[in-house]
């Protein structure tokens, strides 16, 4: 412990000094929605810049702050000021942003965003303060605390903030008063089904053998979600502590890490992580001076979302096919090898620092009864403010889209939650809390927390094809009902949405959907009919529509709608002419344009040229098809 | 699932009952004869919960919990057939028949089809309607039928998938298939050959091999349990695809090799349509190798079998009765001396036929002029091999041995149970080392592979024994002829600690080195060797009958019972119960003299057959199941019974009297090989063989040798070679002129043809056989191939220094290089140690 004592030390004084710099810090938040939007570039940019004009500064790297539609993100933090962030930086607005503030010396307000004020307090004219920002003001960041902060791959910041001391705790506590923390907490498994964590540990720990497995699965596979990756890129050892946590809990000395391979950079940090850890002498032997023994083995999966089922997971581990197998026996008191083996959610493991360090009664301030804490959401869509958030559950599906994600600028529609094994609510539950059971009773599930917001362009028929086209492509074979049925329901649901379906076809869809969901092996096909299931409950009359007037009013299933060019509005500027891939459009330099319709191709160019071209007149309408077959 | 001798109380649709615990919850309604739909299950295999169909309601569990899988426990209330699960039930069959062609159960035509066959086909209406093999026969036919599906509503969705039939013996329509996976829980679990897998996902998911590769490829044994368990039509024997449902079955033992494993014949009216393995914990375990499997049904129905005697007069056949055939021998026969005539009868021939047809020489003839092939076959080691027969083990000791020594056993297509065992010993700990000079099916799995050079075995054996004696490293080995390429003392040592450290080590004798004169000195090694170890040995002839042929006395200088002919007191012995004067004179011919040449009058084979030489005989009288034509010319055809059509026995390499049982009758007007030299034996007016059933030969043998227990009751007890008599094996070949050098690069050796039945090579009446098995090329090394510019099946002249032969060449990989090997029918026309040779490639003419 002695040993770590002086390294904590070594790392608050590190820390200390990046606070207190005497030379500009900047960050950049490099993670991959960051280096997506282009922070590499930005992050070159400054770089050249800073070296172009002599300048000294510290550059640091940090992970993911959460809004992702203000990425890439750089924020600057000038000696004895406020750190400053500048949002949707370009390599030409950087080069800017740095000249004015430190050549200069004068706040750039124009691309400034937000400031973190001065140990939490002052003022700045003319910026907010980050965090009462409307996306992050209602916010609860406990899990994704450091995100945004520290550089992922410098365990010393993670030290410095508190870092390992949830482990150091639980290390004085017996591995009973451990699960029984986290009993009191009333943390549930943050990957979909929230099973209360306390309960898998005691089964595991009641198991017989002295050989067991502690697993983290990151096999992140809903499509839409990235809270995992985000988590485990921006401040891994957060992840990893808990995982030490858990294995402590349940006597585990071997740990998995199970990662999709194309999460290049979650893996590499990870690596880096341990191998740190080992340095400090936080894996291996007797961890700390204790008698606690524990190594992790970062293994990479081949991306199918099956895997992401405990079985199948294991399967993948063992170097067999992941194929999910029947339960009973479960994993807790068979699994690995055979072995007794729990395996949690990335997030799940990332509370557990916190549970541990800060104590059950503080972790129960947030959320509400059953359900305590917060949860990460990965809000996407037809939204304002797309990111990454985390609140505390019980706070209302209208706050979220809302308040925080700003709403859509078209109609709301609905919104899709828990990935292709969730539902999609409609605006009649926008005040419901979000929460396990209530998701469910409104017939969604909160799932591991990919959140869709859809608005009057999105069709549900649409949303549920793709999420079955997705099920349907991912199922791993081994059982009829998922294999085949999952195929007659894409089948009927492409007829509708080609506008071929009868009533039947609707009678048929459910009986499928109740009979996947009920005689499939894995939660893959007993959740697979979700999404059609609940869009059925919650939005009928679109299916009803498409059905008998052969019409889709979000205009997005192709077969049923038809490109047009409205005569009085066309001003023959040809733009759609030239845009069109099948060379559909034709029409004189002035003169009224036409689209041929059997060689539209629906794929929306003309419409959004038209529309949003400044020399274009807005002149492409999209109608239902009237003589649809 | 571990059944456990304490019993539980549970609830099965509403009644009180006591199960056995430790069991499935289907395993326990099985119990008391509870019916629950299943189609993946399969009760050799492990659960598999895939195909949905015995999910039951369990109080407390929810979903509904697959049967099969589920462990029953004490208390459990189950439900197997409420209305729901019914439902359940049918919609999930319904799911698998839209991707099933199921006209067996929705065509209209079906039941007129069966009575009338009125339906119009481009075949002939007697062939029937042939929409799948399986017909009559399914097990998903069967679940339908019993959950009373009648229609299907979903549309129904052909997989389109290409019928795989490149494969030799059974054809893959997985069109058919329903992913119940029991094939590769079979190929993975029982047979642990881990050829098939599930492939890909989704709609796309098939059973196949990994990254896809060709069963052969894959290392597909085509032992065809697989087909066995496959409960749709997906995998189908070719030559049974489309017989139907077999009438009854008999249990026989198969005569491919000496391991002897017991088959169930499968038979349809008078024809054997099949061959499936029978459970039989001695010898294999419910098993069979591609022989056995599928190569007996081909042979027996093979279109050209002979089917009635016939005479050649002046190159042209005439059939003639049997009457007039036993008369004609008669008369040629009556006219020869005793050592003007030969009888060469073959060791696949069972005991019985080989009894008498040593009888026949002897009393009828009487003349020692009696012999084998296998006296050419096992070259100059003959003798020593035999020996290995006095100390043979068994089979069932491989369960137990802790380290297993296989010397050139090659046991992919043929005796492929053993490499089955040898697979569960190594899965077990058991150490397992081969000794081979080319690649083979147990290079990948064993924990060392010695692949010594031809003509270092000798030395690499000896070096083995001297290292398990001292525990010393030494130096390493020098083959014969040529400077050493390979040190293989350092695997040697290795080697000899495995054994060394082997409570329980075992040896396996394959088919390699038989030829070569080294065979002498080499199990002359291995007896050493396990003297040393105190190891068990078991060879495993490919000739199964060979250990009968020796104890049935059917060599010159052999009585019945393994005494020596010139032991005058046994052949008192033997002319009393005989009542017939047994010549004391040493045979005059022999396999070896007539196959170098050796003038005869009457030569009769007997199951036997020239293979790369022509007898010298003015009258041949050839006794099999096909014709001559093509190998050798003979006076006199006579049809005999194949072993499916005939009862009798035959001793395995374990020293098992092992039954034959009569499946069929005679193909055409054949008869079994005893009856036919009976009748040419009381035409010539001799005593002693008016024998009117097999049970009259069996009692006279048992007489004979004194082993009634084995003959007469068939204790199947193993049991080592009583051999009291020393066979005179072929003398050496000459020595190679030629040294191995600049002029004559490569080392070629030369084998039998191992895999025969009756004398002829398996692949000439089983077209199947020709693509799996490796005969009559060149295997030589890919980058030797590369040097000299020979592309793969090109033909190359292959020269030494006694001869040159043409030969298509095979890239085998596993080949040392610089070395040659081919398997060739015709291998006596060849120094049979390894020489020095040439290549070129054949020129084309014109």
């Known amino acids: ?629 | 699932m571990k059944k456990r001798n304490t019993t539980i109380q549970v609830i099965i649709d509403n009644q009180p009952l006591k199960v056995s615990s430790g069991i499935t919850i289907l395993e326990a309604a099985r119990e008391h004869d509870i019916f629950i739909p299943t189609l993946c299950a399969h009760e050799e295999l492990s659960p598999h919960g895939g195909c949905r169909m015995c999910i039951v309601e369990v109080e407390g569990m929810r979903n509904l919990p697959t049967a099969c899988t589920t462990p029953i426990q004490d208390g459990m209330i189950i439900r197997t057939h409420t209305a729901q699960l019914q439902e359940t039930r049918m919609e999930i069959l319904q799911l698998y028949m839209s991707e099933h062609t199921s006209s067996c159960l929705i065509c209209d035509e079906k039941d007129d089809c069966k009575r009338f066959m009125p339906t119009i086909r481009k075949a002939g209406v007697t062939t029937g309607c042939r929409y799948c093999p399986n017909d009559g026969q399914c097990e998903f036919q069967t679940l339908a039928e019993q959950l009373g599906v009648t229609e299907i509503k979903y549309p129904i969705y052909y997989r389109g998938m290409r019928v795989e039939t490149e494969d030799p013996f059974y054809d893959r329509d997985y069109n058919l298939c329903v992913l119940c996976g029991r094939c590769v829980r079979m190929c993975q679990e029982i047979r642990t050959a881990n050829v098939l897998a599930f492939t890909n996902r989704g709609r796309q998911t098939v059973i196949g091999p990994a990254y896809g590769r060709t069963h052969l490829e894959a290392g597909c044994e085509f032992c065809g349990a697989c087909v066995s368990v496959c409960p749709t039509g997906t995998l189908r024997e070719k030559t049974r695809a489309w017989e139907g449902k077999e009438d009854r079955e008999e249990i026989t033992t198969c005569t491919f090799c000496g391991v002897g494993c017991q088959v169930r014949l499968q038979i349809k009216g008078d024809r054997i349509i099949g061959s499936l393995p029978a459970p039989d914990p001695l010898v294999n375990n419910a098993q069979l190798c591609v022989k056995g499997r599928f190569c007996g049904t081909e042979l027996a129905n093979g279109p050209l079998r002979l089917r009635n005697p016939y005479q050649v007069i002046g190159g042209t056949k005439a059939e003639i009765s049997w009457e007039t055939s036993a008369t004609t021998a008669a008369e040629k026969l009556a006219d020869c001396r005793p050592d003007e005539f030969a009888m060469l009868v073959s060791p696949n021939c069972s005991n019985e036929d080989l009894y008498v047809a040593q009888k026949f020489a002897r009393v009828a003839m009487h003349s020692n002029n009696i012999d084998t092939s296998a006296r050419l076959f096992y070259g100059s080691g003959f003798d020593a091999y035999l020996n290995l027969f006095k100390m043979s083990s068994t089979l069932q000791e491989m369960q137990k041995a802790t380290a297993i020594l296989c010397l050139g056993l090659d046991s992919r297509f043929a005796r492929s149970v053993v490499a089955v065992a040898l697979r569960k010993a190594a899965r077990r700990g058991a150490k397992i080392i081969t000794i081979h000079p080319r690649e083979h099916n147990l290079t990948l799995m064993a924990d060392k592979w010695i692949q010594p050079l031809p003509g270092e075995e000798v030395s690499l054996l000896e070096n083995l024994a001297k290292l398990i004696g001292k525990g010393v490293k030494k130096a390493g080995t020098k083959a014969a002829g040529m400077a050493s390429r390979s040190n293989h003392s350092r695997d040697l040592s290795e080697v000899a600690e495995m054994l060394r450290g082997s409570e329980a080590p075992m040896i396996l004798i394959g088919s390699e080195f038989l030829q070569y004169d080294s065979a002498a000195a080499i199990f002359k090694a291995v007896e050493g060797l396990a003297q040393k170890l105190k190891a068990g040995i078991l060879p495993l002839p490919s000739l199964n009958n060979l250990v009968g042929s020796v104890l049935m006395g059917a060599y010159g200088e052999l009585l019945p019972g393994g005494n020596s002919a010139s032991n005058a007191e046994k052949r008192k012995q033997l002319a009393q119960i005989w009542g017939a004067r047994v010549p004391g004179k040493n045979a005059s011919q022999n396999a070896k003299s007539l196959a170098k040449g050796a003038k005869v009058k009457v030569l009769y084979l007997v199951g036997e057959v020239p293979t790369g030489w022509q007898p010298n005989a003015e009258y041949v009288i050839f006794q099999n199941i096909y014709p001559p034509d093509g190998f050798c010319h003979a006076d006199l055809v006579l049809p005999a019974a194949a072993y499916t059509e005939a009862d009798g026995s035959f001793i395995n390499g374990e020293g098992r009297v092992q039954r034959l049982n009569k499946g069929v009758p005679p193909f055409g007007g054949a008869l079994p090989d005893w009856q036919i030299l009976s009748q040419i034996a009381k035409k010539l007016g001799v005593q002693g063989f008016g024998y009117t059933s097999i049970e009259g030969i069996r009692k006279e043998i048992a007489k004979v040798i004194g082993e009634r227990r084995r003959v007469i009751d068939f204790s199947r007890e193993p049991k080592q070679l009583a051999l009291s008599a020393k066979l005179v094996p072929r003398s050496a070949a000459p020595a190679a002129k030629t040294k191995s050098n600049g002029k004559f690069p490569f080392l070629l050796s030369i084998s039998a043809i191992e895999h025969s039945h009756r004398g002829f090579p398996l692949s000439t009446w089983v077209e199947g056989s020709k693509m799996l098995l490796t005969e009559e090329v060149l295997e030589i090394n890919p980058h030797d191939a590369t040097k000299a510019g020979i592309d793969s099946g090109a033909e190359v002249v292959i020269i030494s220094d006694h001869f040159e032969k043409t030969l298509p060449v095979k890239l085998v990989s596993g080949q040392p290089a610089g070395t040659l090997h081919a398997s060739l029918h015709d291998y006596l026309q060849f120094n049979p140690n390894p020489h020095p040779v040439k290549i070129r490639r054949k020129k084309c003419s014109g």
């Open chain 1, 1 to 629: 412990m002695n040993d770590l004592a002086a390294r904590i030390e070594t790392a608050r004084a590190k820390w200390d000094s990046l606070n207190n710099s005497k030379v500009p810090v900047i960050y950049i938040g490099t993670a991959t929605c960051g280096t997506a939007a282009g922070a590499l570039d930005v992050l070159e940019a400054v770089r050249t810049t800073l070296k172009e004009n002599k300048l000294k500064a510290k550059v640091v790297q940090v992970g993911c702050i959460g809004p992702c539609y203000l990425e890439p993100l750089m924020d600057i933090k000038m000696p004895g000021e406020a750190r400053v962030s500048y949002a949707s930086v370009t390599p030409q607005t950087a080069r800017a942003i740095i000249e004015e503030q430190l050549i200069k010396g004068k706040l750039p307000l124009k691309y400034a965003v937000g400031h973190f004020g001065v140990n939490g307090n002052g003022h700045i004219d003319g910026i907010p303060k980050f965090f009462e920002l409307p996306m992050l003001r209602n916010q609860v960041r406990l899990v994704l605390r450091n995100c945004g902060f520290i550089d992922p791959e410098d365990i010393d910041h993670y030290l410095a903030n508190d870092g390992y001391a949830g482990l150091r705790k639980a290390l004085e506590l017996s591995p009973e008063e451990v699960i029984e923390i986290v009993k009191d907490a009333g943390l549930r498994g943050r990957g979909g089904a929230g099973f209360p964590t306390w309960r898998k540990w005691e089964i595991c720990r009641g198991a017989a053998g002295t050989d067991k497995y502690m697993i983290c699965n990151c096999s992140e596979g809903d499509p839409g979600a990235f809270m995992n990756r985000s988590l485990i890129e921006s401040d891994p050892h957060a992840v990893l502590e808990g995982l030490q946590i858990a294995a402590y809990a349940i006597g585990a000395s071997h740990g998995y890490v199970y990662i999709n391979s194309d999460y290049n950079l979650a893996i590499s940090r990870l690596l880096k992580a341990t191998e740190q850890m080992r340095e400090y002498g936080l894996l291996g032997d007797n961890i700390l001076g204790s008698d606690f023994s524990f190594d992790v083995i970062v293994k990479e999966g081949a991306g199918a979302f099956v895997c992401g089922e405990e079985t199948a997971l294991i399967g993948s581990i063992e170097g067999r096919r992941g194929m999910p197998k029947s339960r009973p026996p479960f994993p807790a008191i068979a699994g690995l090898k055979g072995k007794p083996t729990i395996i949690n959610n990335v997030e799940t493991l990332g509370a557990l620092p916190n549970i541990l360090r800060n104590g059950a009664d503080w972790y129960k301030q947030f959320g509400v009864q059953g359900n305590y804490g917060t949860k990460t959401f990965s809000l996407v869509g037809k939204v304002r403010r797309p990111g990454l958030i985390e609140v505390p559950l019980g706070i209302k599906l209208r706050q979220i889209i809302f308040d925080i994600g700003g709403g859509s600028w078209k109609p709301f529609k609905g919104v899709q939650t828990g990935g292709p094994s969730g539902g999609c609510l409609s605006e009649e539950s926008l005040d419901i809390p979000v929460e396990y059971e209530s998701m469910k009773s409104a017939g969604s599930i909160m799932g591991s927390g990919g959140m869709i917001v859809m608005d009057e362009d999105s069709c549900v028929v649409d949303l549920a094809l793709y999420f079955l086209h997705f099920t349907q492509n991912e199922s791993c074979g081994k059982c009829a009902p998922c294999r085949v049925g999952t195929h007659h329901m894409v089948d009927i649901l492409e007829r509708i949405a080609a506008g071929k379906s009868r009533m039947e076809d609707l009678s048929q869809l459910q009986v499928l959907a109740e009979t996947v969901a009920r005689a499939s092996l894995c939660g893959l096909g007993q959740t697979a009919p979700n999404p059609v299931l609940t869009t059925l409950r919650h939005f009928r009359s679109e299916y009803l529509t498409h059905i008998k007037e052969k019409h889709c009013s979000a205009a997005a299933c192709k077969e049923l709608v038809e490109y047009e060019i409205d005569p009085a509005k066309c001003n023959g500027c040809q733009r759609c002419v030239s845009i069109c891939p099948t060379e559909a459009i034709s029409g004189a330099k002035a003169e009224i344009h036409k689209i041929d319709q059997y060689r539209c191709i629906k794929c929306k160019a003309c419409y959004e040229v038209c529309r949003y071209d400044p020399l274009a007149a807005d002149a492409v309408v999209i109608t239902s098809r009237r003589n649809a077959s």
